[in-house]
C-alpha cells in the first residue's frame, strides 16, 4: 500500500448495507496481511489476518479477500453498523520480523 | 487482560527539545513495536524491541531510539526535536514468537512540537 498523504479515500454507505474497502499491496513477497480499524482518538484495532496461502477469510460480519496475482486485499463488512465508522488500514508483513507495512487508509462513514 | 498502555497521552514540546515516551505491552508480550502516524505520511515503523534487544528498524534518522526493558515495557526517545516530528506515536506488541501474529496497538501519544 502506498501512503496517500493528506486526503483518505471515503466511502459513505448506508446502514445496513455491505462495505467493500480496497488496498493495492506491494510486495509480493508478502506473507501476512491485516486489517485494522481506526477510530478516532484511538490507536488501531485489529479486525482479521490472512495468511498468503490462503484466499478468503471469514470472521463476524468481515471477510478478507486476498488476490495475490494482482496483489490486492479487500475487506468486506456486512450489514454495516454506524459503529463501524472508521479509518481502515490494511497492512501487510514484509516477511521482516514486527515490521507492518501500513497502506493508507479508507475512512468508512455509516450512514444512518 | 489489560491492554497497550502509552503514556503520556499528550505532549507539547518545543524545537530542540527531547522527549521520551513510553509503552507498557500486554502481560506476556515481549514484542514492542513502535510507529510514528502523520496525516502526510500515514503509519510508519520505527523499530521493534524483542527481549531488550532491537530486532528490526526502520527508516528514521539517529535522533529516533528506543530501548526495552526486562520486564518488556519500552520507552522511545527523540532528541533535538523538529516542527515535522509532531505526531501520534503508537506502540504495538505482539508475543514476538512469529510474524504472523497479531500486533496490538495502544491509544498512543500526541506529540506536538512548536
Known amino acids: 500500500g502506498e501512503s496517500v498523504g493528506l486526503h483518505l479515500p471515503t466511502l459513505s454507505v448506508q446502514e445496513g448495507d455491505n462495505s467493500i474497502i480496497n488496498c493495492a499491496y506491494s510486495n509480493s513477497a508478502s506473507d501476512y496481511f491485516i486489517w485494522y480499524k481506526q477510530e478516532s482518538g484511538k490507536g488501531p484495532q485489529f479486525i482479521i489476518d490472512?495468511?498468503?496461502?490462503?484466499d478468503k477469510r471469514q470472521g463476524q460480519r468481515v471477510t478478507v479477500l486476498l488476490n495475490k496475482t494482482v496483489k490486492h486485499l479487500s475487506l468486506q463488512i456486512a450489514a454495516t453498523q454506524p459503529g463501524d465508522s472508521a479509518v481502515y488500514f490494511c497492512a501487510e508483513n514484509l516477511n521482516a520480523g514486527n515490521m507492518l507495512t501500513f497502506g493508507g487508509g479508507t475512512r468508512l462513514m455509516v450512514k444512518p | 487482560k489489560a491492554g497497550v498502555t502509552q503514556t503520556p497521552r499528550y505532549l507539547i514540546k518545543t524545537r530542540g527539545q527531547q522527549v521520551t515516551l513510553s509503552c507498557s505491552p500486554i502481560?506476556?508480550?515481549?514484542?514492542v513495536s513502535w510507529y510514528q502516524q502523520t496525516p502526510g505520511q500515514g503509519l510508519q515503523f520505527l523499530f521493534e524491541?524483542?527481549?531488550?534487544?532491537?530486532?528490526n528498524k526502520g527508516n528514521f534518522p539517529g535522533r529516533f531510539s528506543g530501548r526495552q526493558f526486562s520486564n518488556s515495557r519500552s520507552e522511545m526517545n527523540v532528541s533535538t526535536l523538529e516542527l515535522g516530528d509532531s505526531a501520534l506515536y503508537l506502540c504495538?506488541?505482539?508475543?514476538?514468537?512469529?510474524?504472523?501474529?497479531?500486533?496490538?496497538f495502544g491509544p498512543g501519544t500526541r506529540l506536538l512540537v512548536l
Open positions: 490472512i495468511r498468503s496461502n490462503m
Open positions: 502481560s506476556g508480550h515481549r514484542s
Open positions: 524491541y524483542f527481549s531488550e534487544t532491537q530486532r
Open positions: 504495538a506488541s505482539s508475543l514476538g514468537m512469529s510474524e504472523e501474529e497479531t500486533q496490538y
